[in-house]
């Protein structure tokens, strides 16, 4: 039996590679931040407690109470240290988006509590871009959201 050179066979396994296991399209719509989020695999949930209680409706109707427990999904290990440098502030914003909730019926739609997530969302997002923190959230997850009338 023949040796064959080194080189030889490693260009062998590589062939036998690119056979076996072909190169995987992403596709034209996949933005390069959607790919480094597939490529980490990292997901990281940060629960933000205690829950949120506060008053929602239109002022001087029948008092209805929103409790929600918030969890926020980050795509990278770091930012959870930047996140929790600022969930005073986070915590705030949300307080103060919740408190604007005038439609009650849209609240306890599907529709609007996706709407009221994506809001959410976008300002964490927006807070953590002002604090110069490097770092986002991919989503916010309402791990509880009960609407009291």
């Known amino acids: 039996m023949t040796r064959q050179p080194k080189s030889a066979l490693t260009l062998l396994f ?5 056979i076996t296991f072909p190169a995987v399209s992403l596709g034209e719509e996949s933005t390069e931040e959607e790919v480094a989020e597939q490529e980490s695999g990292v997901t990281d949930y940060i629960s933000m407690d205690p829950p949120f209680v506060t008053h929602v409706g239109s002022p001087g109707s029948k008092p209805t ?18 996140i929790e440098a600022h969930i005073p502030r986070l915590r705030h914003e ?11 019926d849209r609240l306890t739609s599907m529709e609007g509590q996706e709407a009221l997530r994506e809001e959410a969302k976008q300002r964490i997002n927006a807070v953590l871009e002002e604090q110069q923190t490097g770092e986002n959230i991919a989503g916010v997850l309402f791990t509880e959201f009960v609407v009291q009338k």
């Open 14 to 18: 590589l062939l036998f590679v690119m």
């Open 65 to 82: 109470y929103l409790k929600a427990t918030i969890s926020l999904r980050a795509k990278s290990a770091s930012a959870r240290p930047a």
């Open 94 to 104: 949300l307080v103060m988006l919740f408190g604007e909730q005038t439609d009650t």
